[in-house]
């Protein structure tokens, strides 16, 4: 059975500030997603990471994929409260079936 | 990009009764949707992949005679709570498989709330 884990589960960072959020899986698959949900909304795709190797970039955020590790990152460079929201990887699954990671819950303070 | 609409986005019902979701790919024929809930400060759970023209499969622990799907045409999803509890209370969120190009589109969410 396919499990995603993600680390940190929570996250508080100085705005100006780089981390990087950690995303884990356990078995091979072909996809990994990273999404973004804000308080009481629906998700936000933010990345699809089809290959090993692949990395995508948009704004202050930049995502990697290790197949090799089952081992995705989501860097985030130069913090603004703007990007506080929960981070979610997900992973595709048989039948189509995509299972999410416990979220990451980010928090930028000044 | 391709819209998945959810109806109702807010419902609230006394325990007992039953409540449908709708689920609607907008742009583009979805022959497979899937059912996720998601508890406050909780990931999404994934509840049952709902095909169309045939039974929906669903996730181990799901009561399938509790949480009804239907999934009549290749744009439409339903998902109906019967005879909802106070812990059915949470936010219902459905997807959309698009096969071409591949990629699954998310449903803005339905809160619902068993009084």
């Known amino acids: 059975e396919l499990k995603v884990e993600q680390n940190p589960l929570f996250l508080s960072m100085q705005e100006g500030k780089n981390y990087t959020i950690y995303c884990n899986y356990s078995?091979?698959?072909?996809?990994l997603y990273w999404y973004r949900q804000d308080p009481g909304k629906s998700l936000e795709s933010l990345f699809v990471?089809?290959?090993?190797?692949a990395v995508k970039q948009e704004g202050r955020l930049m995502a990697s994929l290790d197949t090799k590790a089952r081992l995705s990152t989501l860097h985030i460079t130069a913090a603004v409260h703007d990007l506080s929201a929960t981070y979610f990887c997900?992973?595709?699954?048989?039948?189509?079936?995509?299972?999410f990671g416990p979220g990451t819950s980010l928090s930028v303070i000044p | 990009g391709a819209v998945v609409s959810q109806h109702p986005s807010r419902v609230i019902c006394k325990s007992g009764t039953s409540v449908k979701i709708e689920c609607r790919s907008l742009?583009?024929?979805?022959?497979?949707m899937f059912w996720y809930r998601q508890f406050p400060k909780q990931s999404l759970m994934l509840m049952a992949t709902?095909?169309?023209?045939?039974?929906?499969?669903?996730e181990q622990g799901v009561e399938k005679d509790k949480f009804l799907i239907n999934h009549a045409s290749l744009t439409l999803s339903t998902l109906t709570v019967t005879s909802a509890h106070p812990e059915d209370s949470s936010f219902y969120i459905c997807?959309?498989?698009?096969?071409?190009?591949?990629?699954?589109?998310f449903g803005p969410g339905t809160r619902l709330t068993v009084t």
């Open positions: 709902s095909n169309e023209g045939s039974k929906a499969t669903y």
């Open positions: 742009d583009f024929q979805a022959t497979t």
């Open positions: 997807s959309a498989l698009d096969r071409r190009p591949y990629e699954q589109y």
């Open positions: 078995t091979t698959s072909d996809r």
């Open positions: 990471l089809l290959s090993n190797g």
């Open positions: 997900a992973v595709d699954a048989s039948y189509d079936k995509v299972i």
